[in-house]
T-cell receptor, first 113, second 122 residues
Framework: NAGVTQTPKFQVLKTGQSMTLQCAQDMNHNSMYWYRQDPGMGLRLIYYSASEGTTDKGEVPNGYNVSRLNKREFSLRLESAAPSQTSVYFC????????????FGPGTRLLVL | GENVEQHPSTLSVQEGDSAVIKCTYSDSASNYFPWYKQELGKGPQLIIDIRSNVGEKKDQRIAVTLNKTAKHFSLHITETQPEDSAVYFCAATANGVTYGMNTGGTIDKLTFGKGTHVFIIS
């Protein structure tokens, strides 16, 4: 099992450009999450998908959109990147949405110039 | 909403000594407390967790204690080794806390502390 995989590992964007971060899990988990990690801020939830076919906003959703493509895949899209979106992005998954262990991917490091 | 405070932010420990990281939480409804370890360039990995019906849990050199009355929980690492150097995050979750206008159902909100950088000195 690869667990949770993310692509790309690193990306540089110019302000206003768009991109999609990809995430896939092979653990047959129902719930998936996107977090961002910034120095001194810990991990903050951007969007989540409690189960296949559903998505909803987390703590810091502005400037992002998501798609739960199928049970395995959950993508995060930046339509018009801003320097404030420079961060490390982590995808995570859990078997169910109730108090279960979350498994994190290796992260995507995004720099917006 | 839930607020999780984590201390210290940085911890330097002589190899072989013990390390202790403390967290406090604000929501008395929180009932699940995981600890994650994040090595440089990697995602957080769960190392131990505890539920509110348990006061202490141990796994080899790692232990977690929970005091529900005081609303704090701690991570203890004994006989520290160089590979214990990492950032450690505590977290707390309460069942069914929602984020605003949900169309996708509720989830347990996992609130993270801001992390502790642990350096093991050889």
């Amino acid at each position: 099992n690869a667990g949770v995989t993310q692509t790309p590992k690193f990306q540089v964007l110019k302000t206003g450009q768009s991109m999609t971060l990809q995430c896939a899990q092979d653990m047959n988990h129902n719930s998936m999450y996107w977090y961002r990690q910034d120095p001194g801020m810990g991990l903050r939830l951007i969007y989540y998908s409690a189960s296949e076919g559903t998505t909803d906003k987390g703590e810091v959703p502005n400037g992002y959109n998501v798609s739960r493509l199928n049970k395995r895949e959950f993508s995060l899209r930046l339509e018009s990147a801003a320097p404030s979106q420079t961060s490390v992005y982590f995808c995570a998954s859990s078997e169910v949405w109730r108090g279960e262990t979350q498994y994190f991917g290796p992260g995507t490091r995004l720099l917006v110039l | 909403g839930e607020n999780v405070e984590q201390h210290p932010s940085t911890l330097s420990v002589q190899e072989g000594d013990s390390a202790v990281i403390k967290c406090t939480y604000s929501d008395s409804a929180s009932n699940y407390f995981p600890w994650y370890k994040q090595e440089l360039g990697k995602g957080p990995q769960l190392i131990i967790d505890i539920r509110s019906n348990v006061g202490e849990k141990k796994d080899q050199r790692i232990a977690v204690t929970l005091n529900k009355t005081a609303k704090h929980f701690s991570l203890h690492i004994t006989e520290t080794q160089p590979e214990d150097s990492a950032v450690y995050f505590c977290a707390a979750t309460a069942n069914g806390v929602t984020y605003g206008m949900n169309t996708g159902g509720t989830i347990d909100k996992l609130t993270f502390g801001k992390g502790t950088h642990v350096f093991i000195i050889s």
